[in-house]
């Protein structure tokens, strides 16, 4: 049983900062491709940033490249996403991903992930 738990989520003004963290449980997690989504109201659910097993490769959506980070702590099964300059267009529930099961490559395709946290909400107010 796999089980992924967000938090760091909140209300933030714009150029502000937040973490958002992912707590990953279960069988070979430290192995696992992991990623971040979000979605806003009426929107598609939009790939964020993604990082493969060891964190030595990353991969954003352009729109928050050099303002957001994707790193994860492997000892602790944690994801992370430090936010910083956030913009209100960044508002939206975001999710956590994760595949535990070959390959290893950092999707930005969310029918890439078996894994899905239940959300946590980021609203940057202007």
């Known amino acids: 049983q796999v089980q992924l738990v967000e938090s760091g989520g909140g209300l933030v003004q714009a150029g502000g900062s937040l973490r958002l963290s992912c707590a990953a449980s279960?069988?070979?997690?430290?192995?696992?491709?992991m990623g971040w989504f979000r979605q806003a109201p009426g929107e598609e659910r939009e790939f964020v940033a993604a990082i493969n097993w060891s964190g030595g490769v990353t991969s954003y959506v352009e729109s928050v490249e050099g303002r957001f980070t994707i790193s994860r702590d492997n000892a602790k099964n944690t994801l992370y996403l430090q936010m910083n300059s956030l913009k209100p267009e960044d508002t939206a529930v975001y999710y956590c991903?994760?595949?535990?099961?070959?390959?290893?490559?950092?999707?930005?395709?969310?029918?890439?992930?078996?894994?899905w946290g239940q959300g946590t909400q980021v609203t940057v107010s202007s």
């Open positions: 279960g069988r070979t997690m430290s192995t696992a491709v």
């Open positions: 991903a994760a595949r535990n099961t070959p390959p290893s490559i950092a999707s930005r395709f969310a029918s890439f992930y078996n894994y």
